[in-house]
């Protein structure tokens, strides 16, 4: 167990920023493995799911949980796309971001990155998969910048 903790922490800080892992994952988190693999799988918190991790490259698809924690901890990550306000509802409900509604973006944002959308307010919306870099998010006036795999749905 003590080897699988310090492995997803380490995939954390590795995707997220330094330190990420031990805040992201407290001791008390429940790891589940694949029936199939025996490799970790899903890891949840007061039985909740934060995080599964990918078989196909190694790191963490996140959910609306792990995006609203991570989102506390907004100095340490750098894996926020921000959306103006007027398209908040439409990605709360699972809409994907399109780059002509992105109000700002972290720099350290690559294609293929996981990403936590906010609003302009801060409130967290939805999370996916970065399908641009966050300075092309900015630049580009057209197609999906995130593609949205959890919303908050909530309005």
Same mark, same amino acid.
């Given at each position: 167990?003590?080897?699988?903790?310090?492995?997803?922490?380490?995939?954390?800080?590795?995707?997220?920023?330094?330190?990420?892992?031990?805040?992201?994952?407290?001791?008390?988190?429940?790891?589940?493995?694949?029936?199939?693999?025996?490799?970790?799988?899903?890891?949840?918190?007061?039985?909740?799911?934060?995080?599964?991790?990918?078989?196909?490259?190694?790191?963490?698809?996140?959910?609306?949980?792990?995006?609203l924690?991570?989102?506390?901890?907004?100095?340490?990550?750098s894996?926020?796309?921000?959306?103006?306000?007027?398209?908040?509802?439409?990605?709360?409900?699972?809409?994907?971001?399109? $780059? !002509?509604? %992105?109000a700002? =973006?972290? +720099? *350290?944002?690559?294609?293929?990155?996981?990403?936590?959308?906010?609003?302009?307010?801060?409130?967290?919306?939805?999370?996916?998969?970065?399908?641009?870099?966050?300075?092309?998010?900015?630049?580009?006036?057209?197609?999906? $910048? !995130?593609? %949205?795999?959890? =919303?908050? +749905? *909530?309005?």
């Open positions: 167990m003590q080897s699988s903790i310090r492995k997803i922490r380490s995939i954390a800080d590795y995707q997220f920023g330094k330190n990420v892992g031990i805040i992201l994952f407290p001791d008390e988190v429940e790891i589940l493995y694949s029936k199939g693999t025996g490799k970790i799988r899903y890891i949840k918190l007061n039985g909740k799911r934060l995080v599964t991790l990918r078989p196909t490259d190694g790191l963490f698809s996140i959910s609306i949980e792990a995006g924690f991570l989102a506390g901890k907004k100095n340490l990550v894996c926020f796309v921000k959306v103006k306000n007027d398209v908040a509802e439409y990605v709360a409900k699972g809409g994907d971001v399109f $780059a !002509v509604h %992105v700002n =973006a972290d +720099e *350290e944002i690559r294609a293929q990155n996981e990403v936590i959308v906010l609003d302009e307010n801060n409130k967290v919306l939805a999370v996916g998969r970065a399908l641009l870099s966050g300075s092309e998010m900015l630049l580009f006036k057209k197609g999906v $910048a !995130v593609k %949205v795999r959890h =919303a908050r +749905e *909530e309005s």
